[in-house]
């Protein structure tokens, strides 16, 4: 593969780069970047590649016909952050591509509002779907979000006021670094106004509604046909399914997805399948996983055939389906090693099932059997839930 040079450009452009990015752009073959990024640089010898779209199909292809070549890649701001520095190195391995950073707009979006970075929580949403950033709305919490264009700010500063958290101070930056920066407050539910493509938001959320990224979030969270682990059996079962970040889940015969959904929010790296035989409950399920801030990959049909071409997980849950022939034994060897097995059961048909895996596999077998208080004509009595069995095992 021929050198390839990565170098993070701002909106202040040529001005703003260090001699070494410069020696690099000016001593490149093949020069690479958006049309307003190669727009920032000095004509010189290099031959300009504007991006195609859509670019990750793209760039393999591109790079192959550009092999042997001096490589110039230019990126915003700093390319490793959130940024095709990333891509590339995956591509080609950290030996073939040399990175020159330039100041994030993360670091300038605090340097501006005086946030300290390790403090801040950063949501990217240049190619993901604006629901990211629900499940980082909490009190007292300070966001950047990277935007993905000018209608961006409006769309989060609506999210925010919807949740309950209109009062939030709401910082929309735009351009920064350049000539034209300009930097404007007002609280998320008085936000107006043209904004330039190039932004960032600060966010400094105000007391509001608390849906917290523990287990265990109240039922009326989701929207339910009835299908739901209940708030209590959900906290017990998730303890089992120990989310890691970066780990996948199976969530078989996800319902209305409430462990899939808790898993993901667990960390923005996690990730989960819900594999959902019914289409309006598969519906049901991805509105649940956007209302509550995370994307949720769901599979619609029949446990385990649907199993199939599905990449191994780290962990499995069978909430649904657990006595259909072959769910126990396909799940089990899908599991990586030192994967989690989850089944929860309520019918004497599971519980059987349940206890004859046990006996063979061993593991944990616990029943929850929950009560909660409800009105017995003018006072207070307990009312029990239907108990539920947690069998839980690690490969």
Known sequence: MSDLTVVGIGADGWDGLAPIARAEIAEAEVLMGSARQLALVPDGKAEQVAWPSPLSESLPG???AHRGRRICVLASGDPTFHGIGTTLT???GADAVKVIPHPSSVSLACARLGWPQDQVQVISLVGHPLELVHSH???GRRLVVLSWGAHTPAEVAEALTDR??????FTVLEQLGSSDERVRTTKAAEWAGEVDALNVIGIECENGPVLSTAPGLP???YESDGQLTKREVR???LSRLAPVPGQLLWD???GAGSIAIEWSRHHPSCRAVAIERDPERAERLERNAATLGVVVRTVVGKAPEALAELESPDAVFVGGGATAPGMIETCWE???PGGRLVVNGVTLETEALIARWYAELGGDLVRLDVQRASPVGGMTGWRPAMPVTIWSLTK
Do not use: H, M, N
């Open 164 to 169: 309950g958290y209109g009062g939030s101070r």
């Open 62 to 64: 591109l790079l192959q």
């Open 137 to 139: 709305i909490q009190p």
């Open 252 to 254: 078989v015969g996800g």
């Open 219 to 221: 039922d009326s969270a």
């Open 235 to 237: 906290a017990v079962t």
């Open 334 to 336: 899908a599991l990586k």
């Open 90 to 92: 995956r591509l080609l």
